[in-house]
């Protein structure tokens, strides 16, 4: 009933076309997140959810309604800006019961809601402040309550903690989580925070320069990656991505090659593509120094510390590859062995950049 | 303060800095600060600017000033010309820079630069133009008029009417200036504070009064005194141009009173006590002000 | 779409405001080129039945035109150079120097804005008359040197300039005329033009003074012609006023067309009083 769908949407600042032909459902009560780099069109997807900007072609459903030219006061929607958008000359418990008060609402259920906001988000003792006496957290919070106290069933959040440090990050993610597990809103909510995005989203949805990468679980977002940019923008070494022909049974990476198994031979006759993109994430590229057979042969041309961990970067004929490991880290100059995961690996249509798939099993 | 070392260098510096401001300075000494106190010294005076000595009356004047009826009829005239002036070139601007900025949207630049032309013509000019435009016999809108079957009335000779026409002339000026500085104050205003409350629903004039002015209230205070200060000297103009002050002291303000009983009636003592007192209420205006820019200079920055 | 009916409601209203304000010019100018009976018939026909410069000639040879506009001119240009420069010395002392009583002085320099210019008029007409100076060019320009108003959009203007590119340059002990002529000049060029522009607009429009120092019609200013001219002749032919409005107001026209931008956005910036 509160669900949320965008049908063929465009949207377009004069010739400049931010989002193209979105389609995108998002279900009830669920969390989605919108993910993507900075002008990806996130931001303006979450604001035409909230009727703050046109929609310039297509459909944008609410709970099973048109709303394209319904204004954002009628649409019933809860919004968390990025700088809070507070009212600065209010104090902290006018700020959160301002818009109750403006449709005046029974005074007793004011009082009500608003106390239980300010208890549930800890701003006991604050209610008499002015925003400019608040801390970054606090201002955080206060922006929380106002948006919780409607009683919305939409709850959208535009990068709610993007202005908190990371340890007030933390607590307020599990706070956010534990406010939409007490109301179940339709939460829609953008970030550019990977970490972030698959912690608080039940599915999260990726944008490119205002186009759906990929829209699906957490884990799948990470394991099974619909398209190149999405295996590139997932996790941190990012996925290592290498152009490869498919032929006759034979993985070949400049120049080199091993023997690729059934199950992918099956998706690449498939495809009927013999031009590819292989992935593989730094953290299943398994090196050693000991000779091995059926694998990709590279020199070590750079390590890096992280402390736990090393970043090995090894160059197969001069393709480049990074391997995480943690044990039997090799030096520079080395020679290793790269003999790939096929449970881990990626294929890709070079030409359309899309998953070719993945094998049954 | 720029960095320096040494302490030499922060002597010389303060030097310097007073010679830079010296030449202003001179020009305000000279003709803005000696002026006010001699004034305050003439407005103990009876003297007509050309006998060799002046009589000391003491507060003679300033109890004439509040004992004459006449001096209640003008400052009631001020007290309209500020009130329309207000609604003019205060609430008008303001309003319409709300609906521009936050209902509209487009078109400022046009907009900007159309109602600022006004202000850079003279009013005297201006007066001609209104003359001719509202003559009751002759001028467009009486011709309008009369195709609607009504006559204009002899403005300039009706107490009341006049008072709104001179006002409408100089606010023909004034409207510009104040409707760019409003504008800016209001595009000043947090899009997204304005963006939460249409969220909530809330109706526009309740955005207007509960979010948009309060936010741009150190822009509305400004705009407020500077209509009052500034518009009530504007209207000398007109006044002297077209009606000097009457019929019968109906269109005479504060400010025209003071020139009149100085330069028409050779008066000093009298203008000056009433430049006086006009003065002390635009202080207390002024005071008023520095107590809310305190506050509100927050917002803006 | 749903808004664009109440949005073209306050276009409308928008759009009259502007033609309200701008019709008297409008009219003006198309008087100004009517002839008088022309005029009287066909009040509300903008475009003039036997377009002529009567008017114009009328002019000429009715007041000291070009005399007049010459003396319009030296003031506001003597008063504009002068209150320029000073007010951008003393800006740029508030802005970058400290020496005591500074904020003081800055205060009560500003405040001088709401002082009405009746308390000063006599003090000044005498000083004027005792210097000899009733019915000069001279005696006009003076009083009208002290305005704090450039120094206050000036100071402003300099504000926004980064501190650290002053420091920096001031770090190679470069002198601080070299600093006002190199870095803060070009800089602030924009706010400099404008202030001198509001200047030089105001001076020219400036109707006070003139009326109270000049006598002879010789030494007059524009605006001072324009209002005896008007009082003199009862009946002066309207059309003739027009052309003397027209040509008083065009060269604050002017100098607004070719600096709107620069003028605008320094009064933008005036509002927010910090």
Known sequence: MYDIKFQNVMKAYGKNVVINNLNLDIKESERLVLLGPSGCGKTTTLRMIAGLEEITEGKLYMGGRVVNNVSSGERNVAMVFQNYALFPHMTVEDNISYGLKVHKLDPAEIRKRTDHAIDMLDLKGLENRKPKELSGGQRQRVALARAVVKRSPYFLLDEPLSNLDAQLRLHARKELVKIHEMYHQTLVYVTHDQVEAMTVGNRIALMYQGVLQMIDTPSNVYNRPANVFTAKFIGSPPTNIAEAIVNEGKLIISGQNVSLPEGWLKKVKENNCDKLYFGIRPEYTRITTNYTENAFTGIVKYIEDYGNKFGVYFEVNGTEFISVCDENVPVKGETVYFAPDYSKIYLFNHESTKSIGYPEG | MLITKKQERNKRNGLLGYLLILPSFLAFAVFMFWPLLRTIYLSFFEWNMIKPYKKFVGFANYVEMFQNPQTYKIMGNTMVYILILLVLNFIAPYVLSFVLSIIIKKGHNIYKRIFFLPSVISLVVGSMLYLWILNPVSGPIAVIAKMLGQTLPVWSKSEGLVLVVLSLITSWKVFGYNFIVTLAGVSGVSKEAVEAARLDNVPMWRIFMDIVFPMSSATGIYVFIITIVQGLQYVFTPIKVITQGGPNFASSNMIYNSYQEAFTYFRTGSSSAFSIVTMVLFTILLVLEFKFVEKGVYYEN | ?274
């Open chain 3, 1 to 274: 779409m749903r808004t664009k009916l109440s949005e073209i409601k306050w276009h409308l209203m928008l759009t009259a405001i502007a033609l309200i304000l701008i019709i008297p010019i409008i009219f003006a100018i198309s008087n100004s080129f009517k002839t008088l009976s022309d005029a009287y018939s066909n009040i509300l026909n903008i475009i003039p039945s036997n377009p002529t410069l009567n008017n114009y000639l009328q002019v000429f040879s009715q007041l000291p035109f070009w005399r007049i506009t010459l003396n319009t001119f030296l003031i506001s240009a003597a008063v504009t150079v002068f209150k320029t420069v000073t007010s951008f010395l003393a800006a740029y002392a508030f802005v970058y120097f400290v020496f005591k009583g500074k904020n003081i002085i800055y205060f009560i320099l500003i405040s001088t804005i709401f002082i009405p210019f009746t308390v000063t008029m006599i003090p000044n007409y005498l000083t004027i008359s005792s210097l000899g100076l009733s019915d000069s060019l001279l005696g006009v320009i003076l009083p009208q040197l002290s305005d704090a108003i450039g120094i206050f959009l000036l100071r402003q203007s300099m504000r926004s300039i980064p501190r650290s590119l002053v420091e920096a340059v001031y770090l190679e002990n470069v002198s601080h005329i070299r600093i006002m002529k190199d870095i803060i000049l070009p800089l602030a060029r924009p706010a400099v033009i404008s202030t001198g522009i509001i200047f030089f607009i105001n001076s020219w429009n400036e109707y006070v003074w003139p009326v109270l120092i000049l006598k002879s019609q010789d030494h007059y200013t524009l605006s001072l012609a324009l209002q005896t001219y008007v009082s003199q002749e009862s009946g002066t032919e309207f059309t003739v006023v027009m052309a003397v409005s027209v040509m008083a107001m065009l060269p604050p026209l002017i100098l607004y067309f070719i600096f709107q931008k620069y003028i605008i956005d320094t009064f933008t910036l005036s509002g927010l009083k910090g």
